[in-house]
């Protein structure tokens, strides 16, 4: 059981509204799922990172539009909220208040090693032409995770750095201030579902690349996704043998079908037993069953916006709550609280 380790924790996690903010299998089984996981154990906190995609988004449409749908795909994938606080980054100001105060406590040559600056840097885009929040990116995120004081954030192997930057961050502060403010958070990377490959077979999968099996589209669409889904190149007839080993079909098979059923169309695959299109059908017929419920969810939330503001309000304030208290250490930890201070949280 990958979630062993991690019981009566606090976990955090976020997800940018990129690309056009559908989620398909791979971001199921990548971060979803694990999330859904965690839940059962420990308290958790998801947040809509809105204000990273203004980065990158800088069109009020289609950063509207990503957002909304992202909103309606993690929810309806969810169900269960017990034991989730979920809310949108941009409805807790404090996120962006602790940004300012930890910008005073992060040198530059550690954001110089950030990946996303280093790439940006690597394609050949001038210094001068990158804009600032893609190179305060770390520091968001640190604020995102201190903010909460988890104990692990779930992340994909690309986004480790940041856990790590976020650490050494947390360690300025406390170290520059002298008091034990924020715990070092630990990243959480489970090896099984680290990477999940397209249906092309050769990388991961990805919506600009083409190569996805969608949740949420009509089923003629995932259908179709299916049935151009990557198997046994070499296998010019159903009788022919075939492998196992690379054939993305049985790769998904391993996630969505009955283990016995699966193990069963393995060995007649192995001996030329069963088609391409057999093994493909079952595979639809796999996603369609395991998101029947969340599909009907999403049809439900869809035709009912203030259940999914309700969701969201409710979700911010208990955002609220935490973030403000950690907020009301910081500020008294570095003065700015003093005599003749009046706010308070």
């Known amino acids: 059981m990958i979630y062993q380790n991690v019981k009566k924790s606090r976990i955090l996690s976020g997800i940018a509204p990129s690309g056009d903010g559908t989620l398909h299998i791979g971001n199921y089984l990548g971060a979803v799922k694990q999330f859904k996981e965690f839940a059962k154990n420990n308290e958790c906190f998801l947040f809509i990172a809105d204000l990273h995609a203004l980065t990158t988004i800088q069109d009020r449409a ?4 990503n957002t909304e749908t992202l909103i309606l795909n993690e929810l309806a994938l969810l169900g269960d909220l017990t034991n989730i606080t979920f809310f949108r980054q941009s409805d807790v100001p404090m ?10 406590v992060t040198p530059l040559g550690l954001l110089r090693r950030a990946h996303a600056y280093k790439d940006k840097l690597e394609k ?6 990158i804009n600032l929040g893609l190179f305060n990116y770390p520091i968001l995120m640190a604020a995102d995770i201190l903010l909460y004081k988890p104990n692990f954030v779930p992340v994909g192997k690309d986004q480790k ?3 790590e930057i976020c650490r050494d961050i947390a360690e300025r502060f406390n170290k520059t201030f002298k008091k ?13 579902v680290a990477v999940v490959m397209g249906t092309d077979g050769k990388r991961k999968m990805s ?7 969608s949740i949420f589209d009509e089923e003629s669409v995932i259908r179709k996704q299916v049935m151009s889904t990557y198997t046994d190149p070499t296998r010019i007839h159903p009788t022919d043998p075939g492998h196992i ?12 079908g009955d283990k016995r059923q699966v193990d069963s169309l393995k060995e007649k695959y192995k001996k030329g037993k069963v088609s391409d299109v057999e093994v493909k059908n079952y595979l639809f017929e796999s996603l369609m069953r395991t998101f029947k419920e969340a599909r ?5 939330l869809s035709a009912n916006p203030d259940m999914v503001k309700k969701i969201l309000k409710d979700g911010a304030q208990k955002a609220h709550e935490v973030a403000s208290q950690t907020m009301a250490e910081v500020r008294d930890t570095t003065g700015l609280t003093n005599q003749y201070s009046f706010f308070r949280y």
């Open 95 to 104: 996120h962006t208040e602790l940004q300012s105060i930890l910008n005073n």
């Open 62 to 65: 289609i950063l509207q539009k």
């Open 245 to 256: 080993e690379g054939n993305m079909v049985f790769s998904y098979l391993d996630f969505f």
């Open 296 to 300: 009907a969810r999403y049809r439900e």
């Open 180 to 192: 034990k403010v924020f715990p070092l958070p630990e990243p959480y990377i489970p090896e099984e």
């Open 124 to 129: 050949d885009l001038p210094e001068e032409e």
């Open 207 to 213: 919506k600009s690349l083409g190569n996805i099996i």
């Open 161 to 163: 750095q940041h856990v």
